[in-house]
């Protein structure tokens, strides 16, 4: 299914807040301090919002946050661990916040979770269905994390997805184009530009 043929896409945006998409944040997972391609990703990902607004697209708007003392959250993983020792991803703080013209506007709807699916421990999958979604369009820091996390899960229960590759990141180009290839089988890998060009047709 493409953009063109869809009844009711959603742009599902992942993360893009200070702590892992500013050069002061604390997570340097999704796009390293001295990313080449920091500038021309985050600008990318605001083109796309810009143009899913102008086409009555509606934005999913994911950000990550847990209580202040980590209560509740299972540290089980290295990457979890790494939240902890930093300090990050604290509710109520700077880093949470989103990156300045990456966030909502009005009417947008806003998703809170604790890992890396946006589907996990939320109502998203309820919030989508009401939507009356067919397909969804995924994009975010990290690409390797909450970005792949969310694809499969959204592919799991029986969504069609896109992914705007090149409004996605991660620390390393290496690791951004393994995630890529691993989404290949899941789902629809498209630039922004062909998903703009796909906007202006509906």
Same mark, same amino acid.
């Given at each position: 299914?493409?953009?063109?043929? !869809? +009844?009711?896409?959603?742009?599902?945006?992942?993360?893009?807040?200070?702590?892992?998409?500013?050069?002061?944040?604390?997570?340097?997972?999704?796009?390293?301090?001295?990313?080449?391609?920091?500038?021309?990703?985050?600008?990318?990902?605001? +083109?796309?919002f810009n143009?899913?607004?102008?086409?009555g697209i509606?934005?999913?708007?994911? #950000?990550?946050?847990?209580?202040?003392?980590? #209560?509740?959250?299972?540290?089980?993983?290295?990457?979890?661990?790494?939240?902890?020792?930093?300090? /990050?991803? #604290?509710?109520?703080?700077?880093?949470? /916040?989103?990156?300045?013209?990456?966030?909502?506007?009005?009417?947008?709807?806003?998703? =809170?979770?604790?890992?890396?699916?946006?589907?996990?421990?939320?109502? @998203?999958?309820?919030?989508?269905?009401?939507?009356? /979604?067919?397909?969804?369009?995924?994009?975010?820091?990290?690409?390797?994390?909450?970005?792949?996390?969310?694809?499969?899960? &959204?592919?799991?229960?029986?969504?069609?997805?896109?992914?705007?590759?090149? /409004?996605?990141?991660?620390? =390393? &180009?290496?690791?951004?184009?393994?995630? @890529?290839?691993?989404? %290949? *089988? @899941? !789902?629809?890998?498209?630039?922004?530009? %062909?998903?703009?060009?796909?906007?202006?047709? *509906?």
């Amino acid at each position: 299914m493409t953009l063109v043929n !869809a +009844k009711v896409p959603i742009l599902i945006a992942n993360h893009f807040q200070n702590e892992n998409c500013h050069p002061d944040g604390k997570i340097k997972v999704g796009i390293s301090v001295e990313s080449a391609w920091r500038d021309l990703r985050l600008g990318n990902a605001r +083109k796309l919002f810009n143009a899913a607004r102008r086409s009555g697209i509606q934005i999913v708007h994911v #950000r990550l946050a847990v209580d202040p003392d980590y #209560r509740g959250v299972d540290v089980n993983t290295p990457l979890i661990e790494e939240w902890v020792e930093l300090g /990050a991803w #604290r509710e109520g703080t700077w880093g949470v /916040a989103f990156l300045e013209g990456l966030g909502p506007v009005d009417y947008e709807l806003v998703i =809170t979770h604790t890992r890396n699916s946006a589907f996990h421990g939320t109502d @998203l999958q309820d919030r989508l269905a009401e939507m009356g /979604a067919d397909l969804l369009i995924c994009c975010g820091v990290s690409t390797a994390y909450t970005v792949e996390g969310t694809v499969r899960h &959204a592919t799991d229960i029986g969504y069609e997805v896109t992914v705007a590759a090149d /409004a996605c990141s991660t620390a =390393t &180009a290496a690791q951004h184009e393994a995630s @890529l290839a691993a989404m %290949e *089988r @899941l !789902a629809r890998i498209c630039t922004t530009d %062909e998903l703009i060009a796909e906007f202006a047709k *509906r």
